[in-house]
């Protein structure tokens, strides 16, 4: 944690504080599912080609990155996630989504260190009961290096001592221009630097938290609606 946090860099290196399915998220159709990939395994730096049923959805997702929704049949499908270019699976899983629901699936390393290929995990990406005039906010703990960590935002802990893997419901809160950073639970960090979130009435946001093993930490901020 000694290392400076950055804002999320697109494939083209360009500086950005959002993904690119920032305000894309939109309710499918009758019998139509959505699901969007995130890259998140921090020992598996390199890019990733994608599969849904063995057609390839994603090309060359890079580390850090995340894909709009993809439209996809409710119900059962088959994902597959390789290296760009070649044909060993790094990790495969059947993908279960509901009628109607969105969903994030991230790709992050397994818990047990002795196990070499990282995992999938399913996110879902759905805010119940949102109160009008408010926004909402979540966190989401995939730094498999970081230790247990705090939200932090204009100076005030949000969610507190958060695991690896792990993730919170979502919180009303007021909108407002949003100073966000994450500290090591029981530390005041100082060294970091944050990221401004601009948020909105009837926003609903998810803050990533990922490792990087070159650069540092770093925040991923999307708009789940």
Known sequence: MGKKKRYSRSSNGKQISKSPSSRSASKPLAGIAGVRILHAATRWQEDMDVYLDGKRMVRRLPYGAMTNYVSIHSGDSYLQMTRNQTEGT??????????????????????????????????PDHAENQEEE????????????????????????IFNNIPFTHLTPYVPIHPKRLELKVQVTGMMNTDHESIILPLFSKDVVTVFYLGDVEQGDRLLLVHDR
Not at 142 to 148: C, E, Y
């Open 90 to 123: 790094v990790v495969s899983q059947i993908l279960s989504v509901r009628n109607g629901r969105l969903c994030t699936l991230a790709l992050i390393d397994s818990e047990d260190v002795s196990k070499k290929n990282p995992k999938l995990i399913t996110i």
């Open 134 to 157: 408010m926004g909402q906010i979540r966190f989401v703990h995939l730094h498999s290096q970081g230790s247990n960590v705090d939200l932090v935002a204009n100076n005030r802990v």
